[in-house]
């Protein structure tokens, strides 16, 4: 009978034969943006409850990765942007707030600190992991069937791709999240 222990070195051993959980985490990031380009491109002008709305998914470990891969937010000014994603997160982690399926219904009328000109300013392999896997309203009425079966197993995929990252930064297994281009 295998023991927990034995399972988790097997499971650990796996994702390090796997490689580097970002390059795999940035590649899924990328398939995701080419089903989602067509579609905001065509529906986001003209959506009446747009998403990149505050308190936005946005974590402090989004903005520490894009940051340690080299992106800046120029925009932001002298706003450290972690802060910004802490009180994102802290708002909708406040239990005296809305339920957080409630929130999405919610339009608070102010945009996401990190929309620039109409675009989110994080590169598009390193979107927020909350941002990239959230299927709005208007896909799940417009967007064709076969492109949703392929987001949904992508955003699945994207889930593992995560958890397999958080992982690596809990183990300190800092040699396999190299920041590199993917
Ligand atoms: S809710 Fe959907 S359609 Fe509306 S702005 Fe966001 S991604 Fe675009
Ligand atoms: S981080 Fe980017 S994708 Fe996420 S809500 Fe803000 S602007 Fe939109």
């Known amino acids: 009978m295998e023991t927990d222990l034995a399972r988790r070195e097997k499971l650990v051993k796996k994702r390090r034969a796997g490689g580097n959980p970002l390059r795999e985490y940035r590649r899924l990031l990328r398939e995701i943006r080419a089903v989602y380009d067509p579609f905001t491109a065509k529906h986001c002008p003209t959506c009446e409850t747009p ?17 340690g891969c080299g992106h800046s937010f120029p925009h ?7 802060d910004i994603a802490a009180e994102h997160a802290e708002q909708r ?9 409630v929130v999405d219904e919610l339009s608070h009328d102010l945009p996401c600190e990190f929309i620039e000109r109409g675009r989110c300013t994080f590169p598009d392999d390193l979107r927020p992991h909350g941002c990239a896997a959230y299927i709005c309203n208007p896909m799940h009425r417009h967007m064709p069937d076969a492109d949703m079966r392929k987001l ?10 995560h958890d397999a990252l958080l992982r690596a930064v809990g183990d300190g297994q800092g040699s396999e999240i190299e920041t590199a281009p993917a």
């Open 51 to 67: 998403c990149c709305i505050r308190p936005s998914r946005v974590t402090p470990l989004d903005v520490i990765i894009a940051v």
């Open 76 to 82: 932001l000014g002298a706003i450290d942007p972690v």
């Open 93 to 101: 982690l406040d239990p005296s707030a809305v339920k957080l399926t």
């Open 152 to 161: 949904k197993r992508l955003v699945r995929l994207l889930g593992d791709a």
